[in-house]
């Protein structure tokens, strides 16, 4: 699960496992989920190849024992190196994590402490146990930590250790739908997921940015606590949201699919077909343009960022919304490209800026598709001379 966890994020991973992690499981199943042979002794016989903890060691970003047993921890502790797994450790230059488990009493042992005080002194970093039901039968401390988590504390770790070119920007950043009520039970909406604007927010924030993320109606949230959400329904609470503390924002990268239009009346109760009644007629009014009034308050200090969605004539409209909401650049979406737009974890972007620059990127994943957009976004900040 936690290969898998590794491999799904984009890391590359080499798994090492003892002689008893084998009973369990067989190498053969880490060595498909993670691309490469598993080492399991310092001596692979059948391909007669010497497999080198020093050079293991020396690759690794980060080194994650997982599940650590009391018998690993207190051979960790105390420098014994009697397999692979405890030489590559030995050998690692890299920071080293570690998330135990064993039986409650193994693990409330004043030896295991003792273990861990001492594996903290040496700088390696302990990934606490859960409570829960044990392998034994017996509920209690020791339960390894979710893999899930185990996998976002080395998030944390890697995003705490990496370049932070946003470093005390404010951003602001819409995404998701708009819900527009008809009656109670009732609204007008559309497809938009969140998906690009939550991914924006993510990277902004792994790059040091303080992220307020004004999101409509969706299932997905980002994955990190550190960034604020203001969840919103409609176009208005939208509009209300992304004005706090406007003059404080550096960069405003609008991805929301806002609607256009909201019904001219909201009807307090659910709205009852009438006998004899053919067809309905719905009355919309124009909804404020977040973007468009974020664009008249512009600040000198301020980047404003726009979306647009387009079927035809895609670089003409794009490129007019450019002026007309006074943006420093767009990112212009085809729906006539396979892959883009709404639901669809990828994206096929090109981005236009106001000095006329255009860039076309491949098809690619939301995520690298936002780190492609505050690239630009960095890009047009060192323009700015204040
Ligand atoms: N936007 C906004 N507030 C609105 C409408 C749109 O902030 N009420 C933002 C979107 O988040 C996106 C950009 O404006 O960044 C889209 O521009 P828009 O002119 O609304 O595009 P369309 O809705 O496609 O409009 P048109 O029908 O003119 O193509």
């Not at 040496?122 to 020791?142: C, P």
Request: aromatic share 6%; proline share 4%; charged share 20%.
């Amino acid at each position: 699960m936690l290969t898998r966890l590794f491999v799904k994020e984009g890391a590359e991973v080499r798994v090492i496992m003892t002689q008893p992690a084998t009973n369990f499981i067989s190498p053969l199943t880490f060595s498909t989920l993670s691309k490469h042979p598993v080492v399991t002794q310092f001596f692979s016989s059948q391909e007669e190849v010497w497999n080198n903890h020093v050079e293991l060691g020396l690759w690794a970003d980060l080194m994650l024992i997982a599940p650590a047993s009391a018998n690993t921890l207190a051979k960790m502790a105390n420098g014994i190196c009697d397999n692979v797994l405890l030489a590559t450790y030995l050998s690692a230059k890299c920071p080293v994590y570690f998330a135990p488990a064993m039986d409650l009493d193994m693990w409330l042992h004043p030896s295991t402490q003792k273990n861990i005080q001492t594996l903290n002194t040496y700088g390696n970093h302990l990934i606490e146990v859960e409570h829960g039901e044990l392998a034994s039968g017996l509920v209690g401390k020791g339960r390894m930590s979710e893999p899930e988590s185990i996998v976002a504390a080395i998030e944390e770790h890697f995003i705490h250790h990496s370049p932070k070119p946003l470093e005390g920007q404010q951003v602001l950043i819409t995404a998701g739908p708009t819900y527009e009520p008809i009656d109670p039970v009732r609204f007008v909406g559309n497809r938009s997921t969140g998906k690009m604007g939550i991914a924006l927010a993510e990277v902004a924030y792994e790059q040091g940015a303080n992220v307020r993320l004004v999101l409509g109606p969706t299932q997905l949230k980002p994955r990190y606590k550190g960034i604020e959400v203001v969840e919103v329904r409609t176009a208005q609470e939208m509009f209300e949201a992304a004005m706090v503390n406007q003059t404080r924002m550096d960069i405003a990268i609008l991805a929301a699919a806002v609607a256009d239009f909201t019904p001219s009346e909201v009807s307090n109760s659910k709205i009852k077909k009438k006998s004899g009644e053919e067809g309905m007629t719905l009355s919309l009014k124009r909804t404020k343009d977040i973007l468009a009034t974020l664009g008249q308050m512009k600040k000198p200090h301020q980047l404003l960022v726009g979306f647009a969605l387009e079927t035809n004539n895609e670089l003409e409209n794009a490129q007019k919304k450019l002026q007309k909401k006074n943006l420093d650049c767009i990112v212009l979406n085809s729906l006539r490209d396979k892959g883009a737009g709404f639901k669809h974890d990828t994206n096929k972007i090109t981005i236009l800026d106001k000095y006329n620059s255009l860039q076309k990127f491949e098809l690619k994943s939301k995520r690298e598709a936002a780190q492609d957009i505050l690239q630009k976004v960095l890009e047009l900040k060192r323009t700015m001379t204040v």
